[in-house]
């Protein structure tokens, strides 16, 4: 399944390791992240 990560700019900067931990464990589970570069 092809799904679209959006993290917040205060999770990337408070807690990044858990937008890490997200796409980690959705890959794990066979989807693929898509992370809009405008957001970075």
């Not at 679209?4 to 997200?22: E, K, N, R, Y």
Request: proline share 8%; charged share 20%.
């Amino acid at each position: 399944m092809q799904l679209t990560l959006f993290i917040p700019c205060f999770v990337d900067l408070i807690s990044p390791q858990a937008g890490i931990s997200i796409v980690s464990i959705l890959e794990k589970l066979g989807h693929e992240i898509d992370y809009p570069e405008e957001l970075g």
